[in-house]
């Protein structure tokens, strides 16, 4: 059985901005590992009806608390699941008897943002995240920043554990992040 029956008036929009999000019942993103500890203020602007689903690629639980006010309350789906398991975790979201109304869903987007739980990263570790992203390793990021190599290993570490994440692998793919981020203010 579909989770959404064809004869639906739906519409899809394979990008979300803070024009569009406001009348989105649904939001579906992809996000790396890390991330969801950020904030995302584009979210602040989804109704608060809107059930949003992030599809990501860490295997086991999600640590969900702290969790940034804009994407509490989100399912969180491993990409790597089977779809059978996929369509049960969306149906089970969308069924009208399982959406818990709270106060984190306040309507405005300001009230969002207080106490939020967001995780942010220095202005060092901005840097040697952004000279990772470019290809350098950990000794010519400390060249170019006047810094001891152990130094710059401390920082990539510090940021590897805050943001929960397992391998080097997972900490390019969370340094290419900010790089688009930053390229797209």
């Known amino acids: 059985e579909d989770i959404m029956a064809e ?14 999000i406001s009348a989105a019942d649904i939001i579906i993103t992809e996000m790396v590992a890390g991330e969801f500890s950020l904030c995302h203020d ?13 599809i990501h690629p860490q295997k ?33 979201a969308l069924d009208v008897n399982s959406i818990k109304t709270t106060d984190e869903s306040a309507s405005c987007s300001l009230r969002r943002c207080l106490d939020c739980q967001c995780k942010s ?15 350098l390793n950990t000794s ?6 006047s810094m001891n190599y152990k130094t710059v290993f401390s920082h990539k570490r510090n940021v590897m554990n805050k943001f929960n994440l397992a391998n080097k692998q997972e900490l390019q793919k969370f340094a290419n992040l900010f790089a688009r ?5």
């Not at 004869?7 to 569009?20: A, C, G, S």
């Not at 999600?62 to 491993?78: A, T």
């Not at 010519?140 to 920043?145: C, E, F, S, T």
């Open 7 to 20: 004869n639906e008036n739906i519409t899809y929009d394979f990008t979300y901005n803070i024009k569009n």
């Open 181 to 185: 981020k930053r390229s797209e203010s």
């Open 121 to 135: 990263v220095t202005a060092i570790q901005l840097k040697i995240l952004y000279a990772t992203s470019i290809g």
């Open 60 to 92: 086991g639980p999600i640590i969900k608390n702290p969790l940034p006010n804009c994407i509490k309350g989100s399912v969180f789906i491993y990409e790597k699941d089977l779809l059978i398991n996929i369509k049960k975790i969306i149906a089970k």
């Open 140 to 145: 010519d990021i400390a060249k170019k920043l």
């Open 42 to 54: 584009t979210l602040n602007n989804r109704g608060d009806a809107a059930r949003i689903f992030i």
